[in-house]
């Protein structure tokens, strides 16, 4: 009898331990997964021109604006491990193409020192062509372009202006309107009829009515904080997203853009350059220590950071875009595009969800 019930018991206690160790493994596969997905993952990286300043990205394509090189160039992101350069076009000598943005099968770039507005047909991104060019005026030096539906929108730093064109026509851009803005703009976004812009040299968010683009009008403004110099903006439903170079990430409640509220602030590395939204995540780009941050917008009102990671010694990542769950970085001194992915959470499989898939 004894001999018979020995390896039932044994059975028992065998599927007992392996529960056990099962049990213990899926929760230490939830530790890590929860450990992954606190940040960014370098995923892949490809060189550049001299001096990258801006990224754009549509479907599998990323799209750099090059400031010493002069040059927009189109990389193939299929696959985020392996980024490859398709094909790229010059800007003009001396040009230096400081933004871009991109709406369909057309690129925007605008010249600090060549002082236009450039549309690119890119429906083939192995070889971009020049289609039209308008002049932003005399010592406008426009930054960053953003664009919704035929009207481009420009702020020039050093024109403090923020600027319409329509763009209906890429081949022949023109001037729809202007308005004055703070001192020494830096980043533009636009949202439905709102635009909302940054000013480092006045320490400000302003929101623009631009139902009518030929003539935008002040909304509002509110004050960055004294010294804050905000450098880029994102807009993510009725939240606003700024960097400053005080090393700080703000929100801001534009459900009024007549009437901003400053909602939360969270601190952030060296010198942020460049902010992107995805979702409930808000990635900055820190130039002078080297990182790209991930934070937790999920309550704007508490921004949290999520996790870091570097871009490399003394690259000095100056641009950011995102698509889902991939971010996208240029830096400057490396001349390298980078892309990053978010970790997955293995705390989301559950172990009765493990058991069901092995099933």
């Given at each position: 009898m004894a001999d018979f019930l020995l390896p039932a018991i044994l059975s028992r206690l065998n599927a007992r331990w392996l529960a056990s160790g099962l049990a213990a493994l899926a929760l230490l596969l939830a530790s890590a997964g929860a450990a992954l997905a606190q940040g960014p993952v370098l995923a892949g990286s490809v060189n550049t021109d001299?001096?990258?300043g801006s990224v754009a990205v549509s479907g599998t394509t990323a799209y750099v604006v090059n400031i010493d090189g002069n040059t927009l160039q189109c990389f193939d992101v299929s696959n985020p491990a392996s980024p490859t350069l398709l094909g790229s076009v010059s800007t003009g000598a001396n040009s230096a193409p400081y933004g871009v943005a991109v709406s369909g099968t057309t690129a925007y770039v605008v010249n600090f020192y060549g002082r236009t507005l450039q549309c690119f047909n890119v429906?083939?991104?192995?070889?971009?062509?020049?289609?039209?060019?308008?002049?932003?005026?005399?010592?406008?030096?426009p930054y960053r372009v953003a664009v919704s539906g035929t009207t481009a929108y420009v702020v020039n730093y050093s024109g403090n202006t923020l600027q319409t064109f329509n763009v209906s026509n890429p081949a022949s851009p023109t001037l729809l309107g202007g308005v004055s803005t703070g001192n020494n703009l830096r980043g533009v976004a636009v949202s439905g009829t709102t635009a909302y812009v940054v000013n480092s040299g006045s320490n400000t968010l302003q929101?623009?009515?631009?139902?009518?683009?030929?003539?935008?009008?002040?909304?509002?403004?509110?004050?960055?904080?004294?010294?804050?110099?905000?450098?880029?903006?994102?807009?993510?439903?009725?939240?606003?997203?700024?960097v400053n170079a005080s090393n700080t990430l703000q929100s801001y409640n534009v459900s009024n853009p007549a009437s901003p509220t400053l909602l939360g602030s969270v601190s952030t590395g060296s010198n942020p350059a460049g902010v992107a939204v995805s979702g409930t995540t808000a990635y900055v780009v820190?130039?002078?220590d080297n990182?790209?941050?991930?934070?937790?917008?999920?309550?704007?009102?508490?921004?949290?950071?999520?996790?870091?990671?570097?871009t490399g010694a003394n690259s000095n990542p100056y641009g950011v875009a995102v698509s889902g769950t991939t971010a996208y970085v240029v830096n400057q001194t490396s001349n390298t595009l980078q892309t990053f992915i978010s970790a997955p959470t293995l705390s989301s499989v559950?172990?009765?969800a493990g058991r069901r898939a092995r099933a």
């Open positions: 001299a001096t990258p429906s083939n991104p192995s070889a971009p062509v020049l289609l039209g060019s308008v002049g932003t005026g005399t010592n406008t030096n929101s623009y009515n631009v139902s009518n683009p030929a003539s935008p009008t002040l909304l509002g403004s509110v004050s960055t904080g004294s010294n804050s110099y905000p450098v880029s903006v994102a807009v993510s439903g009725t939240t606003a997203y700024v820190n130039t002078d990182t790209l941050q991930a934070f937790n917008v999920s309550n704007p009102a508490s921004p949290t950071l999520l996790g870091s990671v570097s559950s172990p009765r």
